[in-house]
């Protein structure tokens, strides 16, 4: 099941929830700090831990598009998240084309991979690359739609698949989106 559900991601309740991060895992604004801040209280630190993950588990200080890293929950424990991970979009600046399309495929299919091997049943994500990042909304959810329902197609534990918007108005462009059969 793919869900849009107007909200948090912060306070969302799903076993892992997604950040969308820069390469260098920096989490300097918009969800990326939220999350950071909301996880640990010390943003730093957050991004301390990242970093230290990252190089364990990618051995590198960068991830490109489709490479995930997991974070631990912490205070995010509360809302039932065992997980964060850590998934970076393309940068649009208004612009949308093929390839940014196929970075945020991999991007959005990185996570949700990464979900179903830690046995997850309900990830949540924000809407990648539609903030700061300046992609199409309209694209990113229709991105969204076409990848996570071919996803669950083969998933063997993730079930439920919510993309979480933040704003009022995003959330009924999202909706208007899902509603298309295209
Ligand atoms: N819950 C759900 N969605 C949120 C929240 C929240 N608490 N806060 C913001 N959003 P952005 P990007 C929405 O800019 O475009 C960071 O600095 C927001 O309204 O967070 O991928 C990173 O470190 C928008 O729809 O991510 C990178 O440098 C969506 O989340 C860069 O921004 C994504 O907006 C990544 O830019």
Not at 113 to 135: H, M, N, T, W
Request: some cysteine; overall charge neutral.
């Amino acid at each position: 099941m793919f869900r849009v559900v107007h909200g948090d991601i912060t306070r969302f309740k799903a076993e892992a929830i997604v950040n969308a991060a820069n390469k260098y895992l920096e989490h300097g604004g918009g969800v990326a700090y939220a999350i950071a801040k909301a996880a640990s209280g010390d943003v730093s630190e957050y991004i301390r831990i990242s970093k230290e993950e990252m190089r364990k588990q990618i051995g590198r200080d960068w991830i490109e598009h489709g490479e995930v890293v997991v974070t631990p929950p912490l205070n995010l424990a509360k809302n039932g998240v065992k997980y964060v991970i850590h998934t970076v979009g393309p940068y649009c600046g208004g612009k949308w084309d093929e390839d940014k399309r196929k970075k945020l495929e991999l991007a959005i299919l990185g996570a949700l991979k990464k979900a179903d091997e830690l046995g997850v049943r309900s990830i949540a994500f924000p809407a990648i690359s539609a903030g700061i990042y300046g992609c199409p909304l309209e694209e990113v959810v229709k991105t969204f739609k076409l990848v996570v329902n071919e996803f669950l197609k083969s998933a063997k534990n993730v079930t439920d698949v919510y993309l979480v918007l933040y704003s009022e108005r995003d959330y009924e462009v999202a909706l208007k989106v899902l509603e298309r059969d295209e």
